[in-house]
Structure formats: structure tokens, C-alpha cells
């Protein structure tokens, strides 16, 4: 169940701070204050004030216009959950490249170099109210989740859109004015209180960022970003946690791997060199064990793919340098 992901986020500091949500079951006019912890589409986990016990509802047991009415914070959370991003993908469809088929391949390189110009494509990413979730999922820090997001945006290369300075922490900042950080100890607390604040400042201005990309339909990512990540096992894991819930972003990667792949199958046929076929063969094995590892990165998949990061190396090593 996708809340096992969830509970290690109870010991995250962004949590310890109690949201009181009012509850009551279908039929049933008892009302019970409950302390909030998180859900998904399916359920809500919450906790009875001063008791450590985790109870978990199912939203189609309660009373979901009584919820909606008295918690609009929490219900506002969840009508972003329902959004299905598959079934708006499905409603619509991305327009096919008229360019691209005139774009034939004569050479693996030619592959090669096809596939580098899809994957530099821009993509969405996650929306600034998810990260916090996707965060959760992965049971990394908020902070340190969007750090790595904002990484993704860097190796993703795409310099159409613009970069605002993100608030740095007082070490970094007099760090690079050249002046050194306060080594006195008695000043500990004041600078540890400094540095919360100045995180804070740091994750705002980083969601900013975030929903003036949506606004404007700026699309910093690209699947060449991702990949790079993915490739990185150490990082990895902040890319999965994205593509878990930028379906978008990993239909598009993934039909790009699909249409090239095709498009090598056409050209093993049509050539006659031994030595380019036996190149073509394995660019193929790379791209459709990434494609099909890429699917299988779903929000209902709970396991993340080791695999994932070698099939990305695979596909990176065939890329133009």
C-alpha cells in the first residue's frame, strides 16, 4: 500500500506541527476531531489528539460534503490528488512533430542524435503543492527535496527559462563575500535560528519559482535531465520520486524511446552493414528496458527499479556528447 511509503515522513520536522481535521462516517451525525497526517486518493490517516495510535479511513466510508465543507484546507489537498494526469493526457493527446517523420535516420548516429533532440524537449515537472508529497513518498526532507529538484532543472539544461536567485543560507552567502562564518559557540543558537529562517526563505522562493513556471507554462525539465539524474544512483532516487507523480513528463520520455526504437527497427531492415546493425541492436536493448522500466514508475508502484539507473546509463553512453 502506498501509505507504507508514508509513515517514515511522521518523524519528518515539517509534520510534528498538528492540523485538526473534522470527520464523520456516512450515515453516522457523530462528529470526531482527529490531528492530520497526510493521505492519497484512496485514504486519510489521522491520529486521535494526544494518542500515538495511526488510524486510517477510507474516503468512500466518510461523509465527503461534511469533510468538504469543514476542512477546506485538507479537501483543496485532495481535489489536487484526484487530478488524474493520465486521464488528462488521455483527453489530451500531445500533437505528433509533423517534423519528425521527415527526420529518417541512415545511421546509428543519426539515432542517436534524433533521440538527444527529443529528450531536450521541455517538460512540466511537479506542480509546487506536490513536491511536498512527492517529498513524503521518497522520505526525504522538503528542503532537501527541492534542492534536488532544482538540480533536476539545472542538468536538464534547458536556458529558455528564467533562473531567479534562490535565497542562500547566511554560511553560504558570507561565504561567498569572503568573509568567514561565526565559529564562536556562544553564538550557536542565534545562528542555528538564522539558518531556519533562512531555509525557509530558501523553500519559499523555490515553490515561487515552481508556480511561476506553471503559470507562464515554462518547461525547465527535459527528459535528458531526468535521465542524467536517474543515472546517478545516489540521486536516483529524487528522480523516481518526480516520475512518480509527473505522469506527463514520463508518458513523453517514454514515447520518445518508443518512436525511436521504432524508428531503429525500420533501419536494421533497410541496411545492410553488419557492424551498424550489431550497433542499432544494442541501442534498441538499451532504450526499450528503459522505456519498459520507466512504465512500471507508476503511483501505484511502490518499489523503486535498481535497474532504472544502469538502463539510464546505457541510453546516455549512445547519446552525442
Excluded at 26 to 41: C, K, L, R
Amino acid at each position: 500500500m502506498r501509505l507504507a511509503l508514508l509513515l517514515p515522513a511522521l518523524c519528518l520536522p515539517g509534520l510534528m506541527s498538528a492540523e485538526t481535521v473534522l470527520l464523520r462516517k456516512s450515515g453516522n451525525p457523530t462528529v470526531v476531531t482527529f490531528e492530520y497526517i497526510t493521505q492519497d486518493e484512496e485514504t486519510i490517516m489521522v491520529k486521535l489528539p494526544g494518542r500515538d495510535g495511526v488510524l486510517v479511513y477510507l474516503w468512500s466510508e466518510l461523509d465527503q460534503d461534511h469533510a468538504k465543507t469543514n476542512n477546506p484546507r485538507i479537501w483543496e489537498e485532495r481535489t489536487l490528488l484526484l487530478r488524474s494526469p493520465e486521464a488528462e493526457a488521455m483527453k489530451k493527446p500531445v500533437d505528433e512533430d509533423p517534423f519528425a517523420a521527415a527526420a529518417k535516420p541512415n545511421s546509428p548516429q543519426d539515432l542517436s542524435k534524433n533521440l538527444l533532440s527529443e529528450l531536450s524537449k521541455g517538460l512540466k515537472g511537479l506542480s509546487a503543492t506536490l513536491v511536498s508529497v512527492a517529498a513524503r513518498e521518497s522520505n526525504t526532507d522538503e528542503l532537501t527535496f527541492w534542492r534536488a529538484y532544482d538540480e533536476l532543472r539545472k542538468l536538464s539544461n534547458r536556458t529558455n527559462a528564467a533562473e531567479p536567485e534562490v535565497a542562500k543560507a547566511p554560511e553560504e552567502a558570507e561565504e561567498k563575500a569572503g568573509k568567514p562564518a561565526p565559529k564562536n559557540a556562544t553564538k550557536s543558537k542565534s545562528a542555528q535560528s538564522s539558518r531556519a529562517a533562512s531555509q525557509s526563505v530558501e523553500l519559499s522562493a523555490m515553490a515561487a519559482k515552481a508556480r511561476a513556471d506553471a503559470e507562464k507554462d515554462v518547461r525547465p525539465f527535459s527528459g535528458l535531465g531526468y535521465l542524467r539524474m536517474l543515472a546517478d544512483s545516489s540521486k536516483m532516487r529524487t528522480a523516481w520520486a518526480v516520475l512518480r507523480r509527473a505522469s506527463e513528463d514520463r508518458r513523453l520520455i517514454v514515447a520518445a524511446l518508443r518512436r525511436q526504437d521504432a524508428a531503429a527497427a525500420e533501419l536494421y531492415e533497410r541496411i545492410q552493414d553488419k557492424t551498424a546493425k550489431g550497433e542499432i541492436a544494442v541501442f534498441r536493448r538499451a532504450m526499450t528496458n528503459l522505456a519498459d522500466g520507466l512504465e512500471k514508475v507508476t503511483r501505484e508502484s511502490t518499489t523503486m527499479e535498481s535497474s532504472l539507473s544502469s538502463d539510464a546509463q546505457a541510453v546516455l553512453a549512445k547519446l552525442p556528447r
